[in-house]
């Protein structure tokens, strides 16, 4: 892995003509579109993306299961938690600071998504594979997925409410350790019952390690780091 600023999923860039990767602490992003953050803020993100001054999309985030199809930039689209675009050059992001971000790519499309465990439960990496599969024309085993930083089954203790919801998409066995619940490998096994090829591309735990911003670790002090994706304009 990369050290600090901008994680690149080099896998999906690659295999198709995007540019994707997440950011860390390093690269300021505003916390939410409708609550004072500008988007000039990710400027930072962008340069390090390479697209610069690019124009971007970003929903309110509610952990649900909402996608929106975007042709411009919008900020926010709405509530929801993932965005699809067919655009080059539009930038997609979402914000996480445990959940999972999940970037995808396909022949002329992409989708970022916001996968926490009660956008998981309620089938929100489903419903953006079928969105990019619509707005594409493709198949979702013409697609690829990465998994951004998110927080580890080490850290991620929870009750058993999270983990009878998880399992309307995914197996127990699958997803619960020890010592909590591996969220990752619940957005991988949706992804792989859907034909969709998927990587981890950052591996490291955002409560365990500081270089990324945590819910669990810093509560309402936390920040948010971008995951963002675009086809290459
Ligand atoms: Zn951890």
Sequence with gaps: MESGLFHRASDLERAFLVLAGFTDRHTPVPSSPDHGGRVEDLGLALDRMGLPGAEVAACHQV?????????????????????????PGLVLGVRTADCVPVLL??????????????????????????????????????????LGPAVGPCCYAVGPEVVDALA????P????????????????????????????????????????????????????????VALRP
Excluded: K, N, Y
Aim: net charge positive.
């Design 63 to 87: 952990h649900g299961a909402r996608v929106f199809r975007v042709w411009g930039p919008a900020w926010p689209a709405g509530d929801g938690d993932a965005l699809v675009t067919t655009v």
């Design 168 to 171: 309307h998409v995914a197996p």
């Design 173 to 228: 066995e699958v997803f619960v350790a020890s010592t909590g619940v591996d969220l990752r490998a619940v957005v991988l096994h949706v992804l792989a019952s859907l034909g969709v090829a998927a990587r981890i591309a950052v591996p490291a735990c955002t409560a365990c390690d500081e270089r990324f911003h945590s819910w669990r670790r810093d509560g309402r002090a936390a920040g948010r780091q971008a995951a963002l």
């Design 105 to 146: 790519a396909g022949p002329g499309g992409v989708a970022a998504v916001h996968a926490g465990w009660r956008g998981t439960a309620a089938g929100v990496v489903h419903a953006a594979v079928e969105a990019l599969s619509a707005a594409t024309g493709q198949p979702a085993g013409a697609f690829r997925a990465a």
